[in-house]
Nanobody, 125 residues
Framework: QVQLVESGGGLVQAGGSLRLSCTAS????????MGWFRQAPGKEREFVTG????????DYVDSVRGRFTISRDNAKHTVYLQMNSLKPEDTAIYYC??????????????????WGQGTQVTVSS
């Protein structure tokens, strides 16, 4: 059974930074994509960013491009989300997810097979 555990959320002032981590267990395959989604209060969950197993391909939603960076350490089965220049509108519960088999980052959440429990990120103005 695949399990994903996020960490690193918290409260930060606007302009600050946070780094989220997501560690996967139970993964026995290599061709998978890991993604980050978020859900703000009263809004639908949205795709934020994703990365292929090789790390060679990434995708970002326009609202975070240039501020957020996704990376992964396959040896540790961990994906990271470095979030800089945070804005109040980044406040949300952040979820990591894995899609397999997959070789391309896709944005649709239905393409992702396993999800973490989420971690709260709150950005104060």
């Amino acid at each position: 059974q695949v399990q994903l555990v996020e960490s690193g959320g918290g409260l930060v002032q606007a302009g600050g930074s946070l780094r989220l981590s997501c560690t996967a267990s139970g993964l026995t395959f290599r061709s998978y994509v890991m993604g980050w989604f978020r859900q703000a209060p009263g809004k639908e969950r949205e795709f934020v960013t994703g990365i292929t197993w090789s790390g060679g391909n990434t995708d970002y939603v326009d609202s975070v491009r240039g501020r957020f960076t996704i990376s992964r350490d396959n040896a540790k089965h961990t994906v990271y989300l470095q979030m800089n220049s945070l804005k109040p509108e980044d406040t949300a519960i952040y979820y990591c997810a894995v899609s397999f088999p997959a070789w391309t980052v896709v944005r649709g959440e239905r393409s992702y097979d396993f999800w973490g429990q989420g971690t709260q990120v709150t950005v104060s103005s």
